[in-house]
Every structure is written in structure tokens, then in C-alpha cells.
């Protein structure tokens, strides 16, 4: 099994950033990447961004592709993900998720609200 904890959300307003941490632990040997979903009111949950854990090659959905930027302290089992120019369409709860083999674990998720 593998724990999640998110950190890092908040409200900010439009054009402002946050950066979010989520910490992996437990048999963190097994993750083989991780990343970022969102999920809106009344929305289904969306891809963010994910890392490969063992490269760090990065996506990005469309939507963040420029603004967002996913990181990684791989020593620690951290996962990043700077927000930059943010807008109100980026509100939802922000969750982490880390995946190896056919397991997909998620954390407990952060909200980020961003005021216009």
C-alpha cells in the first residue's frame, strides 16, 4: 500500500500562484509514476500532469500546458506541482495519485479556489 498526503491548496486570486506537495509513503518502492488530478463541482475528476518516477518525463493536460509544472524530490517521495497565472476555471479539489503496476492510489485531495 501506498499513502497520500496533499499540502499546499488555498484560495489565490486570479493570475497568482500556489505550488501543492503531495508525500508518498509506504512501499513506495513500487510507485512508477505520479501526478496531478482535479476534479470541479458537478465535474468528473481530470488529468493534470504526471511524472515517470524513474526519468521524470512530464505531461501536461492542454489546459495547464505553460502555467503548470510538475517536480519531484524522488529522495523524499514528494511530488510538486507549481501553479502559476492561475484563473478561476482552475478551481477544484486537487488530487495526487501514484500508480505501479495495476495499482492506482489517491490521496485525500486539497482544494484550490481561485477568485476572479
Known amino acids: 500500500q501506498v499513502q497520500l498526503v496533499e499540502s499546499g491548496g488555498g484560495l489565490v486570486e486570479a493570475g497568482g500562484s500556489l505550488r501543492l506537495s503531495c508525500a508518498a509513503s509506504?512501499?513506495?518502492?513500487?510507485?512508477?509514476?505520479m501526478g496531478w488530478y482535479r476534479q470541479a463541482p458537478g465535474e468528473e475528476r481530470d488529468f493534470v500532469a504526471t511524472?515517470?518516477?524513474?526519468?521524470?518525463?512530464?505531461f501536461y493536460s492542454d489546459s495547464v500546458k505553460g502555467r503548470f509544472t510538475i517536480s519531484r524530490a524522488s529522495a523524499e517521495n514528494i511530488v510538486y506541482l507549481q501553479m502559476n497565472s492561475l484563473k478561476p476555471e482552475d478551481t477544484a479539489i486537487y488530487y495526487c495519485?501514484?500508480?505501479?503496476?495495476?495499482?492506482?492510489?489517491w490521496g485525500q485531495g486539497t482544494q484550490v479556489t481561485v477568485s476572479s
Open positions: 511524472m515517470s518516477w524513474s526519468d521524470g518525463t512530464a
Open positions: 495519485s501514484a500508480g505501479g503496476g495495476s495499482d492506482l492510489y
Open positions: 509506504g512501499r513506495t518502492s513500487s510507485i512508477e509514476d
